[in-house]
């Protein structure tokens, strides 16, 4: 599993960014697939995560405003970010959780793979 995330990139408060996480490999489809972020000096947070089935989780200060979905035709997992605030400013990754666990979990150390990130950054 080689995941890439893209998508990234500088907005004003208020705008939209659509985040890509990207797998060439064929198992991609069969894992729950999570999207954290991190700014320096902080723990990373969780964001939101979808199962393989597609059942989806939020954190709260991102409900309403993120959306995550995945095409397993493509291999790929979006999170559309809309309403951003400047304290949505971060290094995006997504992760891989190739667990059965039924439905999606929140913590960083359940997810195997990760891919190497994007900045976001939303200006006031």
């Known amino acids: 599993v080689q995941l890439q995330a893209s998508g990234g990139g500088l907005v004003q408060a208020g705008g939209s960014l659509r985040l890509s996480c990207a797998d060439s490999?064929?198992?991609?489809?069969?894992?729950?697939v999570g999207w954290f972020r991190q700014v320096p000096g902080k723990e990373r947070e969780f964001i939101a995560a979808i199962s393989r089935s597609g059942s989806t989780r939020y954190a709260d200060s991102v409900k309403g405003r993120f959306t995550i979905s995945r095409d397993n035709g493509k291999n790929t997992v979006s999170l559309q970010m809309n309403s951003l605030k400047p304290e949505d400013t971060a290094l995006y990754s997504c992760a891989a959780d190739p667990s059965t666990v039924i439905g999606v979990r929140t913590s960083a150390n359940d997810y195997n793979y990760w891919g190497q990130g994007t900045q976001v950054t939303v200006s006031s």
């Open positions: 490999g064929r198992t991609f489809r069969t894992y729950a």
